[in-house]
């Protein structure tokens, strides 16, 4: 395949869409394919819990990653062909500074990707991104991903990385949505778990925890406003997700979902986003957040989302139960 990588655009509000299924979006769109990006997000698993990534130490980028977890599954059902980099940890690369001899060969193979015009998605810090212009100096990669993140990505050689290629799709809509649900109510109610990472909710847990800090983020300090702001703007964006998928997924199955436990879903992951909403403001954050009465009504909107969030993953549950 031949095209202009540069056609490969990153689209929505960094800090409220997941950059994976946002980077799975812009690649089917440069195939000339149209899908919605919720129901992309959706088969990813990303809508049913705000991810809490353990070991990031500024609140800001807790809830990125720890999304690309299903995409040969995404893959089957959007119609594409993954090949995946081989496994290397950071700790790992920083010991020697060297890859394997089978990263060597995978990077050689997304060099002749990217040259032919092949999609080539790699997970850089702190968004996913797509190569758009190879350099065989990696620090020079050229990328795509989201707007305001770009100039705080770039490729290094152990990053996780996959070579994208269209092909015909291996699951009808109704399987990949069935499926996708029954993952769904994994992910919501925390039974889905990959090490240092946290789903079910648990982020609403970490964030009341911080609370009881007088510094929500200690990275950022008198600064640290800005990092719950980014926090609730995923929040939002997840939940907000969640309800959308749920309604696609009751026009298509129809019948084939109770309506009354799938509209109980849906009132769940909108209540936590109707929540959310009021901190979404910047200026209100930054001018109150030092406040104890503000952080007071804080704490207890985040325990309410918790408790909503623990409800809604047992009505999902219900759901998938049926399939």
Request: glycine content about 8%; aromatic content about 12%.
């Amino acid at each position: 395949m031949s095209g202009d990588l540069l056609e490969c655009r990153i689209e929505g509000k960094d800090a409220e869409v997941d950059s994976f299924a946002s980077c799975i979006h812009a690649a089917l769109r440069y195939w000339g394919r149209e899908f919605e990006y919720e129901y992309i997000a959706g088969l990813a698993g990303t809508p049913f819990s705000p991810t809490w990534y353990e070991s990031e130490d500024c609140m800001a980028w807790w809830t990125e990653f720890g999304n690309g977890n299903r995409i040969k599954f995404v893959g089957k059902s959007l119609g594409f062909h993954v090949v995946e980099s081989p496994k290397m940890s950071y700790e790992e690369y920083r010991k020697t500074g060297e890859i394997t001899k089978e990263h060597s060969e995978f990077w050689d193979r997304a060099k002749e990707a990217v040259i032919s015009g092949e999609v080539v998605l790699v997970k850089t810090w702190p968004s996913w991104s797509i190569i758009t212009r190879w350099d065989d100096d990696y620090s020079k990669i050229e990328l795509s991903t989201m707007q305001h993140l770009k100039e705080l990505c770039s490729v290094q050689p152990f990053m996780e990385a996959y070579i994208l290629t269209p092909g015909p799709a291996e699951y009808t809509r109704a399987e990949s949505l069935k499926e996708a649900l029954k993952f769904g109510a994994d992910v919501a109610d925390g039974t889905f778990h990959v090490p240092g990472f946290q789903y079910g909710g648990k982020l609403y847990e970490a964030i009341l925890k911080r609370m009881e800090h007088d510094v929500f983020c200690e990275s950022c300090g008198d600064k640290s406003w800005s990092c719950a702001l980014r926090t609730m703007a995923r929040v939002h964006g997840t939940n907000n997700d969640a309800v959308s998928f749920l309604e696609f997924a009751g026009e298509f199955l129809g019948d084939q979902l109770p309506k009354t436990v799938l509209n109980e879903a849906i009132k769940g992951f909108r209540a936590i986003a109707d929540l959310s909403r009021a901190y979404l403001n910047r200026e209100l954050l930054e001018d109150n957040w030092n406040d104890a009465g503000f952080r007071d009504e804080f704490t207890s909107k985040v325990q309410s989302m918790k408790v909503r969030h623990r409800d809604t993953a047992g009505i999902l549950r219900r759901l998938a139960g049926g399939l």
